[in-house]
């Protein structure tokens, strides 16, 4: 009682700073399609709000939550610097027990399918992207050692993505660790309600990692849910100053290689489209660092309309609302083609698979052109 009173007062704080002035509804993807308030960030508030108030939540309530992306771009347009992903996972948890019980059956398997290795292994191969494409890189001797985020599913779906990574970290004199799968960073856990189990895997993180001076995300949804872990936690909580620790070390890759001289690597003219993932440029505020690596090496950037809007993928949503979230990848791929682009690339491995999908232009992660 005391957790949902904290959080519930939490909420009302975020929603104090909302002043209604409706910049959010420009930039939400959901109400772009649907044209609805209630499917707008201002309009999912009012919900909360209402809900916090003690009135009568619905269905159709935890529907208009649901169909939100969680992409945060309205963060990005806010004036007023309003947390609403925060405000979101607060607002879900506080009417899940409206949610059918199919519903909840249907979301257990599913999460559990994607979070249990020897489970998704077993089937995840199928639906395999690409498999490793180049020879091993050995690095030489150093004492320049750093933790590599394996992912829960992109070892199986695209394994080529963490070799490359640890490629190119190796041709500039680091050591790898790879994280193992099982050591999932609690993503999907968290973005469908499931917040105790999220919550034991990023302590176990936490516990585990803490002895690495650098940790790398190839996967800009599991970055940033990593730089997130010291919101779970209350300040006077003994893991609070841990968890910020972890997020201060965990750096996206494009951050880890913008700083580092890249000459070893061949430039080329080819061109390509980059697609930014929600997460990248809204979540983790990293909007245009990997365009600027790539135009370093000499890639051409065709232009993109609208690249501020998600592409449809955003974890499980492409799951749950199908419908929605393909007519978002079909607008995206309409935008990503349009400079006809030799090659798609993007920075996290659902907007890789969700696109690939829908094109027959290849789709990358940009790090693998590096490695090429």
Request: hydrophobic share 35%; with cysteine; charged share 20%.
């Amino acid at each position: 009682m005391q957790t949902i009173n904290i959080k519930n007062l939490e909420a009302n704080e975020i929603i104090r700073k909302c002043v209604h002035c409706g910049f959010c509804l420009a930039t939400c993807p959901t109400y772009q399609l649907l044209g609805s308030e209630l499917d707008s960030p201002r309009g999912r508030v009012y919900l909360i709000k209402s809900a916090l108030e003690n009135n009568k939540a619905s269905v159709q309530s935890l529907q208009h939550l649901d169909r939100c992306l969680t992409c945060r771009s309205c963060e990005t347009t806010c004036p007023s610097g309003v947390q609403y992903g925060r405000l979101l996972d607060i607002g879900r948890a506080l009417i899940e027990h409206k949610r059918p019980l199919w519903q909840k059956v249907y979301r257990l398997m599913v999460r559990k399918f994607l979070t249990t290795p020897p489970l998704f292994n077993t089937l995840g191969f199928l639906f395999q992207h690409s498999k490793v494409q180049t020879p091993i890189v050995i690095a030489k001797s150093t004492s320049k050692k750093v933790l590599l985020l394996g992912g829960c599913v992109q070892p199986t779906l695209a394994p080529n993505i963490n070799h490359s990574v640890k490629n190119i970290l190796a041709k500039l004199g680091y050591q790898v660790q790879e994280s193992t799968q099982n050591q999932c960073c609690g993503a999907i856990d968290q973005h469908l309600n499931a917040n105790h189990e999220a919550l034991q895997k990023i302590k176990k993180n936490i516990d585990t990692w803490n002895s690495f001076e650098v940790i790398i995300s190839s996967a800009s949804g599991c970055g940033m849910m990593v730089k997130d872990y010291a919101s779970f936690f209350a300040p006077e909580d003994a893991y609070y100053q841990k968890a910020q620790a972890i997020s201060k070390k965990t750096q996206d890759i494009a951050q880890f290689l913008a700083p580092q001289d890249l000459s070893i690597f061949k430039t080329t003219d080819k061109k390509i489209a980059y697609h930014s993932p929600c997460t990248m440029q809204h979540g983790q505020k990293l909007a245009g660092l990997v365009e600027s690596i790539l135009s370093r090496l000499g890639y051409i950037l065709a232009p993109t309309q609208d690249a501020h809007l998600c592409c449809g993928s955003a974890g499980t949503y492409s799951i749950f609302e199908a419908k929605i979230s393909k007519q978002l990848k079909t607008n995206k791929l309409k935008h990503l083609s349009t400079g006809n682009p030799e090659v798609i690339v993007t920075a996290n491995i659902g907007c890789l698979i969700h696109l690939q999908k829908g094109t027959k232009i290849p789709v990358k992660h940009w790090i693998e052109l590096l490695n090429g």
